[in-house]
């Protein structure tokens, strides 16, 4: 199993998967709770964190009707519908963590305030191309943190696609030159991969590292932060 090095006197910047804040049935209230515990532990640690919220099957839903309700649509409408989702969620997200948040969430990554107002900082959706993936990137390039903990419902890198290869095998590590290989460069609205395509060329650009990691499976994440062995993939 994996294990990174986290720099101790830089926030973690995690970009959380919409689906699962806000899966098929609506916001997950369990899942939320258990965020929110989490977080808090962190902080206690003297942590702070940048959390960066994705649409969820809220864009997934309204993306799917507009399609439905029109034969012709400007991709950038679709965009702009999973963007609302994004800052939707994001200030759910912000409305949980109201006593330890700073009160804005973050729309635009190069305007990151220089001073926080409390523990966590809340980012969603910036404009149509860039996904909440790229925002936490952008973020961490900006505030000079070397890793970006992705949580979804993945729990790995695949050498293929699972859902299609049952005999697809688990990847600890991978190079981004290979890992851009498998995704391609472009993105659009309802994209399905590990880690968006647009954010890996800004990471591997400029030396980020991404750790996929299952996001539901918390005491994994905390190995994760605490330097110690973790179940995920390592983007470098």
Not at 32 to 45: C, D, P
Not at 104 to 109: L, N, R, S
Request: hydrophobic letters at 35%.
């Amino acid at each position: 199993m994996p294990k990174l090095e986290l720099q101790k006197n830089k926030p973690l910047v995690i970009s959380i998967g919409g689906s699962l804040i806000v899966p098929e049935n609506g916001p997950d209230i369990e899942f939320l709770k258990t965020l929110e515990k989490f977080v808090l532990g962190q902080i206690k640690k003297g942590r702070k964190l940048l959390l960066v919220t994705g649409g969820g099957k809220t864009a997934r839903h309204y993306i799917d009707c507009a399609k439905a309700l029109k034969n012709t649509i400007d991709p950038e409408d679709l965009d702009w519908l999973g963007i609302h989702s994004t800052r939707l969620n994001g200030h759910l997200l912000r409305t949980i963590f109201r006593k330890v948040a700073h009160p804005v969430v973050i729309k635009d990554p190069t305007r990151l305030p220089k001073r926080w107002k409390g523990s966590v900082l809340v980012g969603s959706g910036w404009k149509p191309g860039w996904s909440t993936d790229y925002v936490a990137c952008r973020m961490a390039k900006i505030l000079g943190v070397s890793t970006v903990i992705n949580v979804s419902d993945v729990s790995y890198v695949y050498t293929e696609d699972p859902r299609k290869n049952p005999n697809a095998e688990p990847l600890d590590m991978l190079a981004w030159k290979d890992y851009r290989k498998m995704v391609g460069d472009d993105w659009h609205p309802g994209k399905s991969a590990p880690f968006d395509p647009v954010a890996s060329r800004l990471s591997n650009q400029n030396k980020i590292k991404v750790a996929i990691v299952n996001g539901r499976d918390f005491k994994n994440i905390g190995n994760l932060i605490d330097g110690k062995n973790f179940k995920g993939t390592i983007l470098e």
